[in-house]
């Protein structure tokens, strides 16, 4: 922490003057944010909103219940586990900034899209993991696919919200994910309860709202693609 306050401090240079925004917009608070947003004519800013909320839910118990998958299903012990798990966290990694290069060269939103649809396959790919090595053929593609969603989704929100509403939009971005933060594990770890223990249910969970992400990520207007439009010459 006391390296990243040095780092800030620094190097980081903020304009003397914030950029100005209208007399409307420097009103109200989080919900009346929430508010211009659900009720907004263009669906497109709620729609990312509940794409990134249904993909965190997903992920988010996925990565939470992974390691007890490993043990209690595949015999498989903690430690081993651990150096497993950090296989999908490399994977990330190692793709981030490949994926931003996909998605300025492709657009946001297909490369998102390619990303959910990867990640709905290898979550019904892991109803049939039995063994340690089929668990690594999960974990090396998802970190990759995980890379084109999570790395795109917050510059796609401000694609949409605008560089006036960059604070709300991030603001509504973090509300959304860390709400998925908090419920995914715990409705995931109930749904274990209730099924004897059965781990795999995890990977049913996470296609659903992967594919509950996907449907709302299909509906999305791609704010590059229009800027791009309406700058090519007539």
């Known amino acids: 922490m006391l390296a990243a306050l040095t780092l800030v401090i620094l190097l980081v240079r903020e304009p003397e003057k914030p950029q100005t925004q209208p007399e409307s917009q420097r009103k109200g608070g989080f919900l009346t944010h929430l508010r211009e947003v659900l009720n907004a004519q263009d669906r497109s800013g709620l729609l990312i909103l509940l794409a990134i909320l249904f993909w965190f839910m997903g992920f988010n118990a996925l990565e ?64 049939l993991v039995g063994n340690q090595a089929m668990l690594i053929g999960f974990l090396i593609p998802a970190g990759f696919f995980w890379a084109l969603i999570n790395v795109n989704s917050l510059p796609m929100v401000y694609d949409i919200g605008g560089d006036l509403r960059i604070g709300a939009f991030t603001g509504l971005y973090y509300f959304a994910s860390n709400i998925a933060a908090v419920a995914g594990p715990q409705v995931v770890g109930i749904l274990i309860q209730l099924t004897g223990d059965n781990y795999r249910i995890m990977f049913a969970f996470s296609a659903i709202f992967m594919i509950l992400a996907g449907v709302c990520m299909a509906k999305v207007r791609d704010p590059q693609r229009l800027i791009k439009r309406q700058a090519a010459p007539a």
Request: aromatic share 10%; charged share 10%.
């Open 64 to 127: 939470t219940w992974l390691s007890s998958f490993g043990k209690f299903s595949l015999g498989i012990d903690e430690g081993r586990m651990a150096i497993l798990t950090s296989g999908l966290a490399l994977m990330f990694v190692i793709f981030a900034l490949p994926s931003g290069l996909l998605a300025t060269r492709f657009g946001r939103r297909r490369v998102i899209l390619v990303g959910i649809m990867g990640l709905i396959g290898l979550c019904l790919y892991g109803l």
